[in-house]
């Protein structure tokens, strides 16, 4: 039996030769339904729909939040009326709107107030940038950022508390890095922290210490760790937070985002899901111009009764197309360039593999509790052992508790087992991807690379592999670990090269995909992820009117250029929520007797 996971991987033979028919009929009995005027016509288009049936159009009509009809000028012509608002976008393409499916957005768009180290190539360049917003913030108590590359400090890989404390030796500076696993403190925030070379490392996290001396370096590892800190840092207030997601979701809007999937959770430093009651007060005012998915984060050592109860609590709370919960986040590794990932096998020149953060029995459990209350999980397992024991975990539930379609879904999958890829499309297990973190900078090719070895380097971010063997893609950013702006994201998984194009011919070009498939991974492959394939991800009759309208048409383009995509509008629910300044197309007013 052909699983719904596979729609995507239909042969094009057998859905479009029967859909020729189909598109007569269906076209004229929709056109027959909507005959009473649009609210809103796009027209003069090149819209790629995402819909297997009817790839292509001209022009769409809204009525209210809903596409009532794609098809040629002249057919959605007819669906004008005397108010209806006709947009004009001068052959430009429009495509959905986009879903980024891995995103933390409270912590993203509390961090456009903060240092952004993500383009500082060295460590001179990173203390400029420090001191100068040090410099012109002189009443922040504390000095935060994010976005250190760990090849800046090569070959240690790992920073030292005496750069920051050369530049900022009277206030705590605490910086995180790119990928969101490892901190940075100076003297004076372990100090506030209490941190000496007595303090123990807790359970899951580690404060990584002088070999010699045992005093504390100032780089912080994992979650565990950075929550010593994060515990005396003043956390924001609620008007802070009501700003900093006004301001995300502009950013947002901006790069053609419509829905975000926060697989976040509730530790000291809180998240999306501890910010629910404010997503809602946006919600209800009326505020809200992304639609949000928020999940709940697990700790170990294991599940508990509340822990389901407040779950299912949010779930019944927040279950609406613009705010909804429910869900749970387990975290079951780190990350492969400090080591952290939980690997199969040893480290190149090491004895270790990495360690797992839960329990395997414990996790295995937590899952089939989960999985019994309905409860959808998400699952961050980066290294080969890691994305095994989620796989068998998800396969064990649905034994268990017999259940079908339940679309549990693993993070990152940084580097699978050959044996394991095609687990995903048997299992029906959701592959979440960061296109980003594949990309072929230094810090893949060297850190990441040298780390696990020449052989299991080529497993590396498998996604053509996941997907030609039945799994759904579902792309997204780990906003703020990359930039959210999906278009880089997009060349990424169609070239694999940098912006610069090394390494020639693409590093690991077989796990490229389509430029199609690309966009689908963040449309109809996002909706699917989030059971709503049916409502959101395509542009088609009754579905929610979210699209996009490019600057450049990224069929008629060279896949270098794909990164330099700028959105010229952006519409949610039939209703703009972002135009380009410099216009994206003519609207013409409503007008008697066309």
Avoid at 29 to 34: E, P
Avoid at 119 to 148: F, S
Avoid at 202 to 207: L, M, N, S
Avoid at 420 to 426: E, V
């Amino acid at each position: 039996m052909l699983k719904p996971a596979n729609f995507h991987l239909l042969p094009k033979q057998w859905i479009l030769l029967p859909a020729l028919l189909c598109l007569i009929v269906a076209g004229a009995s929709t056109l027959g339904q909507s005959s009473s005027p649009a609210d809103t016509l796009v027209v003069n288009a090149r819209i790629y729909t995402v819909n297997p049936r009817q790839p292509w159009g001209e022009a769409l009509a809204i009525r209210g939040d809903k596409i009532i009809a794609v098809g040629g000028l002249g057919e959605i012509a007819s669906l004008r009326g005397p108010a209806t608002h006709v947009i004009d976008v001068q052959q430009r393409l429009v495509v959905p709107g986009f879903t980024d499916c891995h995103i933390h957005f409270l912590d993203g768009s509390l961090s456009l107030l903060q240092i952004n180290l993500d383009e500082a190539k060295t460590v001179d360049e990173i203390q400029r940038k420090v001191k100068k917003y040090a410099d012109t913030h002189p009443d922040l108590a504390w000095i935060l950022g994010r976005g250190w590359n760990y090849g800046v400090f090569h070959p240690s890989v790992l920073p030292d508390k005496r750069y920051l404390d050369e530049i900022v030796p009277d206030r705590p500076a605490y910086l995180e890095s790119f990928d969101g696993h490892t901190w940075w403190a100076n003297s004076k925030a372990l100090q506030l922290a209490g941190i000496t070379r007595a303090t123990p490392n807790p359970p899951g996290g580690t404060i990584v210490r002088d070999a010699k001396t045992g005093e504390p370096t100032g780089a912080i590892k994992e979650d565990a760790a950075d929550d010593v800190i994060r515990r005396v840092i003043p956390t924001p207030s609620r008007e802070q937070i009501v700003a900093a997601l006004l301001e995300g979701m502009r950013e947002a809007n901006r790069v053609g985002l419509v829905r975000a999937i926060s697989p976040d959770g509730v530790s000291v430093r809180g998240g999306d899901f501890h910010a629910l009651d404010v997503y809602d007060q946006l919600r209800r005012a009326g505020q809200l111009t992304v639609r949000f998915d928020i999940a709940r984060r697990l700790q170990p050592p294991s599940l508990t009764a509340d822990e389901v109860q407040e779950i299912e609590a949010a779930r019944d709370r927040y279950h609406d197309d613009w705010l909804s919960a429910g869900k749970a986040k387990f975290f079951l590794d780190g990350v492969i360039e400090t080591r952290t990932a939980a690997m199969l096998a040893p480290y190149v020149d090491d004895m270790k593999s990495g360690e797992l953060l839960w329990d395997p029995v414990q996790y295995r459990d937590a899952v089939s509790e989960l999985d019994r209350h309905g409860i959808q999980i998400f699952t961050h397992a980066i290294g080969d052992r890691a994305i095994r024991l989620a796989l068998d975990s998800y396969e064990n539930a649905q034994k268990t508790n017999h259940t079908h379609d339940v679309r549990d879904r693993i993070e990152h999958i940084e580097d699978a087992s050959a044996a394991d890829i095609p687990r995903f499309g048997k299992l029906g297990v959701i592959a979440s991807f960061q296109p980003l973190h594949g990309y072929p900078d230094d810090d893949v090719l060297k850190i990441w690379s040298g780390n696990i070895g020449p052989e299991r380097a080529q497993r590396g971010f498998a996604w053509h592999s996941v997907a030609s063997s039945g799994g759904v893609l579902a792309f997204g950013s780990d906003w703020p670990i990359v930039t959210l702006n999906p278009w880089p994201g997009v060349q990424n998984a169609v070239t694999r090269q940098t912006t610069e194009g090394n390494p020639p011919g693409g590093w690991l070009p077989k796990e490229r995909v389509s430029l199609d498939d690309a966009i689908e991974a963040y449309t109809l492959g996002a909706a699917f992820a989030g059971h709503r394939e049916k409502t959101e991800g395509s542009l088609e009759p009754g579905k929610s009117a979210d699209l996009i309208v490019l600057a450049q048409d990224l069929f008629k383009i060279e896949p270098t250029e794909i990164a330099k995509t700028a959105v010229l509008l952006t519409m949610v629910a039939g209703k703009v929520v972002y135009e380009s300044p410099a216009g994206s197309a003519t609207s013409a007013a409503p007008s008697e007797g066309k």
